[in-house]
């Protein structure tokens, strides 16, 4: 017998340190909760049960038992820890207002005044979000990506959702996929391409999904929610999400396709489509590693390779309604072909794509630009925070030559930057002398007619702001911390 579910009446939302507390009122909320959990709505059993049904190893009325397990998690999404732990993450992402300005320092606030509105709307499947604020960043090979910013409010709803979700969803998810899930990295998708590679699999089919989250169909996208998710009212509100409007520009647009990248739930919604080409391609027998929409699947020859482009193009096109970039798809040898920033080289060993090492000195320069007016002790700080987290992201790929080479260009772009600095002959000279340079070499490095790039390059300049200057300056040395990584 289904009890009334008694709404929080007295909740309170106060901040206290980093987080976000809820006190009192919420009795009913946790008896709910209990109960879901004591059925077994995120336990392993549903998701076994899940599994199975998937497997054709149950039967439909059994299917429909442990779906119906799932038909109140809206009282798992409004728990008083859930939705703190919700609003901590979201706090910690920091990220931009959305269409209403509303900053993760006001959220708190409004939530004092409006919790028992919020929360009932929440329950009563009554909410609505609001558009979202189109933003468009560059791509690295060019073109812009389209962001979708939701209202902090918003992301506060989509985080408390993910965190009920996902333990439900993810479990069901291919062992192939690595993107955006818990407990696995880009890394672990690397190490298992490598084992393909091993296998004698050195042709890659790699596939590319063109503006994937600009082209996601929402009426598929629900009806994969709705094989595990029994509960109306959440399913009523991601499908208000998919469709809320992209603010840009003072007009707002509808959306009848697409799930914009900004919110949580973004991700796992596009995990959970694509999750259908997983599936088919482990009923093929394929190998394969996704991550996100960046798919490449590993065969013996390139006929075979040709094949599975065919094939599993029309499964895309047809099934899941997304269109394949033919443009940029290929059927190739492994380092020929980028995945994950990284090539596949012969024996399985990585090594990193020209296209990484561009993206990489394009960061470099936009950092040392000549014009910014910063201290040379602030350019190094930026550039080691760059630099730490890309030589540990491509610790595995074979470069050492490349970083080499990186490490002697990064310090003639320093040493040009503190030239600029110093601007005037005489200024130039008086600090090379400073560092120890003779008068007389100084002074032919002052004189020079030379542009900057070619002055930096000089043996004066090279002697005074040499290998040691930049140590003692902190600089981190690529090569060196590379190599570090390797023991």
């Not at 082209?215 to 595990?228: E, G, P, S, Y």
């Amino acid at each position: 017998m289904r009890r009334k579910t008694r709404l929080p009446g007295r909740t309170e939302f106060v901040e206290q340190g980093d987080s976000l507390i809820s006190i009192d009122g919420c009795e009913g909320l946790e008896s709910r909760d209990e109960e879901s959990q004591s059925h077994g709505a995120i336990g392993s059993k549903t998701e076994s049960e899940a599994a199975a049904h998937e497997e054709g190893r149950t039967t439909p009325a059994a299917w429909e038992q442990s779906r119906a397990l799932t038909t109140q998690l809206m009282e798992q999404v409004c728990h008083r820890d859930n939705l703190n732990r919700a609003y901590l993450r979201v706090k910690r992402n920091k990220g931009s207002a959305g269409i209403d300005g509303m900053n993760i320092e006001q959220l708190a606030l409004w939530l004092k005044d409006h919790k028992e509105k919020f929360i009932e709307s929440l329950l009563d499947g009554s909410y609505r979000p609001k558009p979202v604020r189109g933003v468009e960043i560059p791509k690295p090979d060019g073109g812009v990506r389209k962001l979708g910013i939701p209202t902090v409010v918003d992301r506060l709803v989509q985080q408390a959702m993910l965190q009920v979700l996902e333990p439900i969803l993810d479990p069901t998810f291919s062992n192939s996929s690595y993107g955006f899930r818990p407990k696995r990295s880009a890394h672990q998708a690397l190490k298992q391409a490598q084992e393909y590679v091993r296998e004698e699999r050195n042709i890659v089919v790699d596939i590319d999904l063109e503006k994937f989250f600009d082209r996601v169909n929402h009426d598929i996208l629900m009806a994969r929610l709705a094989r595990w998710i029994g509960d109306k009212r959440l399913l009523r509100i991601v499908r208000r999400f998919l469709q809320a409007g992209l603010m840009s520009n003072g007009v707002c647009a509808e959306r009848r396709e697409g799930t914009p990248q900004g919110g949580p739930l973004s991700p796992i919604l596009a995990n959970l489509l694509l999750d259908d080409l997983d599936k088919e391609l482990e009923k093929r027998g394929h190998r394969f590693c996704r991550y996100a929409d960046d798919c490449n699947i590993y065969v013996k020859t390139e006929e075979a390779g040709k094949r599975v482009m065919d094939s599993i193009t029309q499964f895309i096109e047809r099934k899941l309604k997304l269109k394949v970039n033919r443009e940029k798809s290929a059927v190739a040898p492994g380092d020929e072909r980028k995945f994950l920033g990284h090539r596949l080289l012969s024996g399985g060993r990585l090594g990193i794509a020209p296209k990484s090492l561009k993206r990489a000195k394009k960061k470099i320069r936009e950092i040392t630009k000549r014009n910014r007016g910063k201290s040379l002790e602030y350019i190094v700080t930026e550039l080691n925070s760059f630099l730490q987290g890309w030589v540990v992201y491509y610790r595995h790929a074979a470069m050492k030559t490349h970083l080499k080479s990186m490490d002697e260009w990064l310090r003639r772009k320093l040493r040009c930057y503190r030239l600029k600095q110093r601007k005037k002959s005489y200024s130039i000279v008086q600090w090379l002398i400073q560092l120890g340079v003779p008068e007389q070499r100084a002074w032919l490095a002052g004189k020079s007619s030379k542009g900057w790039w070619t002055l930096a390059g000089s043996p004066p300049v090279t002697e005074a702001m040499n290998n040691g200057w930049f140590e003692k300056l902190g600089l981190v040395n690529v090569t060196k911390r590379w190599e570090t990584l390797q023991l």
